[in-house]
């Protein structure tokens, strides 16, 4: 087997078995018949989340105290990943078969194939079933409002959706895999839970959700410059994208978003499709007027997503591709 140096004889390379994970994911997808059994990891992230969100999170606190709490419950929540994350990692390299566990985790915790699924939904249920069934298809994978968008906005939402989550649930896991294995993974799998439960600026999370927020973009900085950057790439084979029009709406526009990382995704696929992203935008709680990112129409058309699945297909195997390279020179090394 290929071992790595620092490994027992009997260890498979986790470069390797992250590969393998990923071809599963492809094929199996979110193995949701196991999880009415077993609660998902995420989900299990979420309910710690939500734990101590509800016992810290005081409206009678300042916000100064708030701020400290959400701080000591994302520090917390970080070392409980690596309590359990190094253990794991023991037991993976030290048991026969023990690198299941590993392969089990890794299959669970990225998300290529639950994504396709997703947005596939959301591309047949408005184009066969119209508007309505778009929206409530698209509400399961954003936060806006559904009962304000017509069909471009559902449309332009599942593009959205696509190329942002390529980034956070498929580029940035493996990027924090790569650099630090199992622990690495589950912190940043926490870290990215905490921010989509807690992050957002709204009356009750603005303060005690700060430092959740912030270490998500922190930790999302290269990975979002490297999903925009693969999206481009894969612009390359997508018979009806635009690479130069990726490369080249990610350079002017990924600084137009409110977040410092999404927009480097976005802009990649609107630049790729001729689409504009973004633009003003309406939530439960909050209308967003944001600028559009690309110059393309903003009237994107259900035929928008199924080309947006394809040039997200194509940059999860470029992203394989460049995981294989990773192993070939650690085994030249």
Same mark, same amino acid.
């Given at each position: 087997?290929?071992?790595?140096?620092?490994?027992?004889?009997?260890?498979?390379?986790?470069?390797?078995?992250?590969?393998?994970? @990923?071809?599963?994911?492809?094929?199996?997808?979110?193995?949701?018949?196991?999880?009415?059994?077993?609660?998902?990891?995420?989900?299990?992230?979420?309910?710690?989340?939500?734990?101590?969100?509800?016992? @810290? =999170?005081?409206?009678?606190?300042?916000?100064?105290?708030?701020?400290?709490?959400?701080?000591?419950?994302?520090?917390?929540? #970080?070392?409980?990943? *690596?309590?359990?994350?190094?253990?794991?990692?023991?037991?993976?390299?030290? !048991?026969?078969?023990?690198?299941?566990?590993?392969?089990?985790?890794? &299959?669970?915790?990225?998300?290529?194939?639950?994504?396709?699924?997703?947005?596939?939904?959301? !591309?047949?249920?408005?184009?066969?079933?119209? @508007?309505?069934?778009?929206?409530?298809?698209?509400?399961?994978?954003?936060?806006?409002?559904?009962?304000?968008?017509?069909?471009?906005?559902?449309?332009?939402?599942? *593009?959205? $959706? #696509?190329?942002?989550? %390529? $980034?956070?649930?498929?580029?940035?896991?493996? %990027?924090? !895999?790569?650099?630090?294995?199992?622990?690495?993974?589950?912190?940043?799998? &926490?870290? =990215?839970?905490?921010?989509?439960?807690?992050?957002?600026?709204?009356?009750? !999370?603005?303060?005690?959700?700060?430092?959740?927020?912030?270490?998500?973009?922190?930790? =999302?900085?290269?990975?979002?410059?490297?999903?925009?950057?693969?999206?481009?790439?894969?612009? #390359? %084979?997508?018979?009806?994208? +635009?690479?130069?029009?990726?490369?080249?709406?990610?350079?002017?526009?990924?600084?137009?978003?409110?977040?410092? +990382?999404?927009?480097?995704?976005?802009?990649?696929?609107?630049?790729?499709?001729?689409?504009?992203?973004?633009?003003?935008?309406?939530?439960?709680?909050?209308?967003?007027?944001?600028?559009? *990112?690309?110059?393309?129409?903003?009237?994107?058309?259900?035929?928008?997503?199924?080309?947006?699945?394809?040039? %997200?297909?194509?940059? #999860?195997?470029?992203?394989?591709?460049?995981?294989?390279?990773?192993?070939?020179?650690?085994?030249?090394?």
């Amino acid at each position: 087997m290929i071992t790595l140096g620092w490994a027992s004889p009997a260890t498979i390379d986790p470069l390797l078995l992250l590969l393998v994970a @990923l071809a599963v994911d492809a094929y199996v997808g979110e193995m949701s018949f196991l999880f009415r059994v077993v609660p998902h990891p995420v989900v299990a992230m979420g309910r710690a989340i939500d734990w101590l969100e509800r016992r @810290l =999170n005081r409206a009678e606190r300042g916000a100064a105290a708030l701020r400290i709490r959400g701080a000591l419950s994302i520090a917390a929540l #970080c070392l409980a990943g *690596i309590v359990i994350g190094t253990p794991l990692v023991w037991f993976s390299r030290h !048991y026969p078969m023990g690198w299941l566990v590993e392969l089990f985790l890794l &299959i669970t915790l990225v998300a290529q194939r639950s994504l396709y699924d997703h947005v596939n939904l959301v !591309y047949r249920t408005l184009r066969d079933e119209g @508007l309505y069934a778009g929206r409530q298809a698209v509400s399961r994978i954003v936060g806006r409002d559904p009962a304000a968008l017509d069909e471009h906005g559902v449309a332009r939402a599942a *593009i959205e $959706s #696509c190329a942002e989550n %390529f $980034s956070d649930g498929v580029v940035a896991p493996v %990027f924090w !895999y790569v650099l630090f294995g199992l622990p690495g993974l589950l912190v940043y799998k &926490i870290v =990215n839970t905490a921010d989509s439960m807690i992050g957002h600026p709204s009356p009750r !999370y603005a303060d005690f959700g700060k430092a959740a927020a912030r270490l998500d973009d922190a930790m =999302n900085l290269i990975p979002a410059r490297l999903s925009g950057v693969l999206l481009a790439i894969a612009a #390359c %084979f997508a018979p009806t994208a +635009n690479p130069a029009g990726a490369f080249a709406t990610m350079w002017r526009d990924a600084g137009k978003h409110r977040s410092p +990382n999404a927009g480097w995704p976005e802009a990649a696929m609107a630049g790729a499709l001729g689409v504009a992203l973004a633009g003003p935008r309406r939530y439960a709680e909050r209308t967003v007027e944001d600028p559009w *990112i690309g110059n393309g129409r903003a009237r994107a058309l259900p035929e928008d997503i199924r080309r947006a699945l394809v040039v %997200f297909g194509i940059a #999860c195997l470029v992203h394989w591709a460049l995981i294989a390279a990773l192993l070939v020179l650690r085994l030249r090394a």
